[in-house]
């Protein structure tokens, strides 16, 4: 049973869909909306919507402050719609309440600081050598952006694309994923209420071999923000062979914590269970790999035992509920499988690896002791709740085992030695070092990978740029 009706938005309407699927409630596994299946021909619709939008009309002729008032509008009314807008995607993703509700809550703010600096995106004079001529260098929206985005935190991901690509002018065709799009669909009304002309902002949803496929090669589209995982980079990658669209990618991560034993034990337990159990390890920049100093190892162990064990997993609309289920079936599939894997070949469980009784797509969160570093658990992105356990005797190992992967998307450090944590930051290769904390983000801060995690970064002053070309203008005077 079916109980809503989600619809595109193209080219400022909802859009009556050609086809639709269902989407699945991952708390009970029961179908709970239809969603549009946008065809390769909604995606043509949506991009042509993009490049009128671009090429003339209100948008074209709006000022930057003025770009930047509705980009700030946006982020007030995100704000405003937060409660409705995270009720839904815990509904269709099983992210719980309480963490919906927060990541929410800063989504709009992410918006707001875009629209401040939609109007400070200068250009520059340029005094070359020759004193008859005049050099000036515009930075002139680079054109239509498609932009792809996976299930898990859609409205923030989506955030750290819209906001630079509007506030540097561009139109956009955003399309959410097949899992979960419901509050990416809800979010295009409020894009409508703030007063984006028709065609500025586009947004869809669909399967990834066709709608994403036609929307990442489209010839009218000339920049690709992408955010998924790394087998999908390289089909998005060979799709824009096709326009040679500039391209960035967010990708996954097998992000190392490592914990000396001179640190705040307590305060790094806290750290590590949240860095991976939060929702239900489904981020890009989960904890997965602890890394531990070898003569605390027994003792902090025990001590996330205890945590992970007290974690309340239920109902996500619960805002008691600490841990919700995984998103899809696929994915505990997935995870079921490598886990299974690691403890054949000598992993050792320290917790979990079972699925909480009931319907839904549960899975416990899971500590699994590693002895080396070869095991599926250690190596592969899980995407879920689950952490591997390796130990080390000395910092030269602990940095060797953190860069031990194809990954490089983000850390963490737990020490109170001063020097040490610099050492390391400076040594660990991935793209975010946090220290003696996890998992904090600001708009104002770059985001991006080393390695398989991907290229390009988002957040922070200079996004605007990638979302802009140069032209340079030479007037003989
Ligand atoms: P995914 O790569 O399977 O899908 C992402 C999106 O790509 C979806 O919208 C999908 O429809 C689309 N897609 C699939 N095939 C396509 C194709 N051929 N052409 C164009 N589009 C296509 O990712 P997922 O499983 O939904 O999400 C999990 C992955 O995302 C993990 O690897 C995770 O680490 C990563 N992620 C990264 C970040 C980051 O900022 N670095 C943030 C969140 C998630």
């Not at 992210?95 to 629209?115: H, L, M, P, S």
């Not at 898990?152 to 819209?162: E, G, H």
């Not at 860095?275 to 027994?298: M, N, P």
Request: proline share 5%.
């Amino acid at each position: 049973m079916t109980d809503a009706v989600f619809r595109n938005f193209i080219d400022g309407r909802l859009d009556e869909p050609s086809a639709t699927f269902d989407s699945v409630d991952p708390s009970t596994g029961a179908a709970w909306a239809k969603m549009p299946a946008a065809s390769e021909a909604d995606v043509d619709r949506a991009v042509a919507a993009a490049h009128r939008a671009l090429g003339s009309g209100p948008w074209r002729r709006m000022t930057a402050t003025a770009r930047g008032k509705l980009l700030v509008k946006l982020g007030d009314l995100v704000a405003a719609n937060a409660a409705r807008l995270a009720e839904l995607e815990t509904r269709d993703t099983g992210k719980v309440i309480r963490e919906t509700r927060a990541q929410i809550a800063y989504v709009g703010d992410y918006y707001r600081y875009y629209g401040g600096l939609a109007d400070k995106h200068e250009g520059a004079h340029v005094p070359i050598d020759k004193p008859d001529l005049d050099v000036t260098i515009r930075r002139e929206p680079i054109g239509v952006v498609a932009a792809v985005v996976p299930w898990n935190s859609q409205l923030f991901l989506s955030a750290v694309k819209l906001g630079p690509a509007l506030a540097a002018g561009c139109t956009i065709v955003l399309k959410a994923s097949e899992d979960g799009p419901a509050p990416l669909l809800a979010f295009a009304e409020l894009v409508h209420e703030a007063g984006f002309p028709p065609g500025v902002v586009n947004i869809l949803t669909g399967f990834g071999h066709d709608c994403g496929r036609r929307l990442t090669s489209h010839p009218l589209v000339s920049r690709v923000a992408f955010t998924g995982g790394p087998s999908t980079a390289r089909a998005i990658v060979r799709n824009t062979a096709e326009n040679l669209a500039y391209t960035t990618l967010e990708l996954g991560g097998k992000s190392p914590v490592v914990v000396f034993a001179d640190a705040d034990l307590d305060s790094a337990a806290n750290a590590v269970v949240a860095g991976i159990f939060a929702a239900t390890g489904q981020s890009c920049v989960a904890g997965s790999r602890l890394l531990v100093e070898r003569s605390v190892k027994d003792e902090f162990l025990a001590r996330l035992k205890r945590k992970a064990e007290a974690i309340r997993i239920g109902d996500p609309q619960d805002p008691a509920t600490e841990m919700g289920p995984l998103a899809t079936l696929r994915q505990r599939d997935w995870i079921e499988k490598v886990v299974a894997e690691s403890v054949a070949r000598g992993g050792m469980l320290v917790t979990g690896g079972t699925r909480p009784a009931g319907s839904g797509f549960y899975y416990a969160p899971t500590i699994i002791d590693a002895g080396g570093s070869d095991l599926p658990c250690v190596r592969e992105e899980l995407f879920g709740p689950v952490l591997s356990v390796l130990a080390f005797d000395t910092e030269a190992q602990a940095l060797v085992l953190a860069n031990d992967t194809p990954f490089g998307l983000a850390s963490g450090v737990f020490t109170s030695n001063l020097a040490r944590a610099h050492r390391m930051a400076r040594d660990i290769r991935a793209g975010v070092v946090w220290v003696n904390t996890y998992r904090v983000v600001s708009p104002l801060v770059p985001f991006g990978g080393y390695g398989l995690s991907g290229l390009g970064r988002e957040g922070g002053l200079d996004t605007i740029r990638d979302y802009t070309r140069s032209k340079s203008v030479w007037i003989n005077t």
